[in-house]
């Protein structure tokens, strides 16, 4: 099994309210996994958010926790819900409901990788599912439900930055009025997940350093978004998606030549909105 379900870097002092958190970048596979896949360990790391992880990893340094991912997204997605079960791959489930991500493979265990290819050969036993949702699914999102309490405890409000990384072709057709693609794809729901203004801060802090920023499209956030961001409750949660193709080569899934330019970048990103959660709650809004 994977080592660890999370890896926790908090800080020496907590001075922000802004919690980061990358529950794609976990790149533990058992040689027994890949074993059982059918696919080789390059193919089934295709939908990891490989290096997120250290883009942000500066958080501590500048009074944030990051959560960090120690399972592998293929072997348990941290970012769907734990009822997400896909009767296609495990034995015993019943299909409920019209789930398009349960649909294409994409449940809480994943049926495929990207570009719809299977991970296994026929089905998992229910009670192997029920055991990643034991040992790895709970103890990340216990850790991260912690986070946010303490957050709300110390500076009246919580703020959610949860990391990702998307493939460059994911933005071929995406283009701003100004006709340029995006390299950041902020996620807030449609304004359901975060306040306005916490939203504008994050996009500022990403375009101070040169980022092209959209919003929305094409990913508006997925669980982790859609069921901590509470405004209302002063919880803030907004998702970040990066072009790979900015720091990666996406084919040998390696750092490229531009990657200590945008971890450079990243950390100067992460510090600007870690600087937003330094005051208290203030927004009238909430």
Same mark, same amino acid.
């Given at each position: 099994?994977?080592?660890?379900?999370?890896?926790?870097?908090?800080?020496?002092?907590?001075?922000?309210?802004?919690?980061?958190?990358?529950?794609?970048?976990?790149?533990?596979?058992?040689?027994?996994?890949?074993?059982?896949?059918?696919?080789?360990?390059?193919?089934?790391?295709?939908?990891e958010d490989?290096?997120?992880?250290? &883009?942000?990893?500066?958080?501590?340094?500048? #009074?944030?926790?990051?959560?960090?991912?120690?399972?592998?997204?293929?072997?348990?997605?941290?970012?769907?819900?734990?009822? +997400?079960?896909?009767?296609?791959?495990?034995?015993?489930?019943?299909?409920?409901?019209?789930?398009?991500?349960?649909?294409?493979? &994409?449940?809480?265990?994943?049926?495929v990788v990207?570009?719809?290819?299977?991970?296994?050969?026929?089905?998992?036993?229910?009670?192997?599912? +029920?055991?990643?949702?034991?040992?790895?699914?709970?103890?990340?999102?216990?850790?991260?439900?912690s986070l946010?309490?303490?957050?709300?405890?110390?500076?009246?409000?919580?703020?959610?930055?949860?990391?990702?990384?998307?493939?460059? +072709?994911?933005?071929?057709?995406?283009?701003?009025?100004?006709?340029?693609?995006?390299?950041?794809?902020?996620?807030?729901?449609?304004?359901?997940? !975060?306040?306005?203004?916490?939203?504008?801060?994050?996009?500022?802090?990403?375009?101070?350093?040169?980022?092209?920023?959209?919003?929305?499209?094409?990913?508006?956030? !997925?669980?982790?978004?859609?069921?901590? #961001?509470?405004?209302?409750?002063?919880?803030?949660?907004?998702?970040? +998606?990066?072009?790979?193709?900015?720091?990666?080569?996406?084919?040998?899934?390696?750092?490229?030549?531009?990657?200590?330019?945008?971890?450079?970048?990243?950390?100067?990103?992460?510090?600007?909105?870690?600087?937003?959660?330094?005051?208290?709650?203030?927004?009238?809004?909430?």
């Amino acid at each position: 099994m994977p080592a660890r379900a999370y890896i926790l870097d908090r800080p020496k002092e907590l001075t922000s309210a802004v919690v980061f958190a990358s529950p794609h970048s976990g790149n533990d596979y058992p040689d027994w996994f890949l074993r059982r896949s059918i696919l080789n360990a390059m193919s089934i790391r295709s939908s990891e958010d490989a290096f997120v992880d250290r &883009l942000f990893e500066a958080a501590p340094e500048f #009074g944030a926790p990051i959560l960090k991912a120690g399972a592998p997204r293929a072997f348990v997605d941290y970012n769907r819900s734990s009822e +997400e079960l896909d009767p296609a791959l495990i034995a015993g489930v019943k299909w409920t409901g019209n789930n398009p991500r349960i649909a294409s493979g &994409l449940g809480v265990i994943p049926r495929v990788v990207s570009n719809a290819r299977p991970i296994y050969r026929g089905k998992l036993r229910i009670d192997e599912a +029920e055991s990643r949702l034991t040992n790895y699914w709970h103890p990340y999102h216990n850790v991260l439900k912690s986070l946010i309490h303490e957050a709300e405890v110390e500076f009246g409000r919580a703020i959610l930055v949860d990391c990702h990384s998307m493939p460059h +072709e994911a933005l071929e057709n995406v283009r701003l009025k100004n006709g340029k693609r995006p390299e950041i794809v902020l996620g807030d729901r449609f304004g359901a997940s !975060a306040h306005p203004e916490i939203v504008e801060e994050i996009e500022a802090a990403f375009k101070a350093v040169g980022f092209v920023v959209s919003r929305n499209t094409p990913f508006a956030g !997925a669980y982790v978004t859609q069921h901590y #961001g509470r405004p209302s409750r002063r919880h803030h949660a907004v998702q970040v +998606e990066i072009d790979r193709s900015l720091y990666m080569n996406e084919a040998r899934i390696a750092p490229n030549s531009q990657f200590d330019d945008v971890r450079r970048a990243l950390r100067s990103v992460t510090e600007q909105i870690a600087r937003i959660g330094h005051a208290p709650q203030r927004l009238a809004a909430e």
